[in-house]
């Protein structure tokens, strides 16, 4: 069955360690081409993340878009998928869909300018923060508990302007409901899961749920093991709770994979890497219907992505 992950953090170890082999290296990445090959990933979104070590320099995200382009895409299997028709050649011919998103405005500087650069290069989607403050909001962990600046509320209006798609994961809840009410287009949280199952600040509330589900958004549920469970080691199972409460709320159109693969410090048991979907898949099989399965591991941010998707090549 095809999978489509919305979100990784392979481009952030490559950053960091560029010698890694994003072909074959089967210890210090989670997510390879021989692993998505043999996981049938359909698509993939790689998050361009500034780890904490690094400074916040608009070239090092322009960076991380050259190794997406030089050690990503240069591999013939890999298609850039930044329109509608990119996505849809995609699921024809059966390769692999790359899409760009940005996890943390820090590096853009406070300059919209930027956040337009990023949406000419292909960066389709946006998430405001990491887990503290920056100049546009607070993250979760921001003991403070602020929500969006001025600049970061004009942030949201530019990216609705110019088509970038809103990312909540991350933001702090205040940050959450301001986005909310601000936005005019659909957002999502592309790797979160269900405080009402694990209570995580990660993780997000039924009324937070409700709201992206209103806005025709999609949540990506995600393996990292503290966000699943309080209890460690986590097998997959566990996902299953953080699932079903989504359906209850009336999401089971609005929710999808967000694995959050390489930046994953805690791997739960039998999803260790983007190589293991198989077992995601078969476990999945056995407590819904295929068609739900279906739309829950690829059908739904596909069909999410080919609404809010940009119509032809952008520029
Ligand atoms: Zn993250």
Known sequence: MKIFDAHCDVLSKLLENPELDFVHERHRLDVTLDRMVEANIGVQ?????????????????????????????????????????????????????????????DALQENLANVRILFYLGVRSVGITWNYANWAADGVLEPRRG???????NLVK????????????????????????LSNKPFI?????????????????????????????????????PFVDAVQPVAIDKLLPHIDRVC??????????????????????GLEHAGKYGQLVELLQKHY???????????????????????????
């Open 45 to 105: 979104n790689f998050a361009i993340y500034l780890s904490e070590r690094m400074s916040r320099q608009f070239q090092f995200v322009l960076d991380s878009i050259d190794l997406f382009c030089q050690r990503i895409l240069s591999n013939p299997q890999m298609r850039f998928v930044r329109s509608k028709n990119d996505l849809r050649r995609v699921a024809a011919e059966g390769s692999i869909g790359a899409m760009l998103s940005l996890e943390g405005v």
């Open 147 to 153: 929500g969006l600046t001025e600049l970061g509320r």
């Open 158 to 181: 530019e990216c609705n302007r110019i088509g970038m798609i809103l990312d909540v994961s991350h933001l702090s809840e205040r940050g959450f409901w301001e986005l909310a009410e």
């Open 189 to 225: 949280a592309s790797h979160s899961n269900v405080y009402a199952v694990r209570q995580h600040p990660r993780n997000l509330n039924d009324e937070q749920i409700k709201s992206i589900i209103s806005s025709e958004g999609v949540m990506g549920i995600t393996f990292v093991s």
């Open 248 to 269: 209850s709320l009336g999401g089971s159109r609005h929710l999808g994979l967000g694995s959050d693969f390489d930046g994953i410090k805690e791997w739960m048991i």
């Open 289 to 315: 219907s295929e068609s739900d399965v279906k739309r829950f591991v690829y059908g739904n941010w596909y069909d999410f992505y080919s609404k809010h998707l940009p119509d032809g090549q952008a520029n």
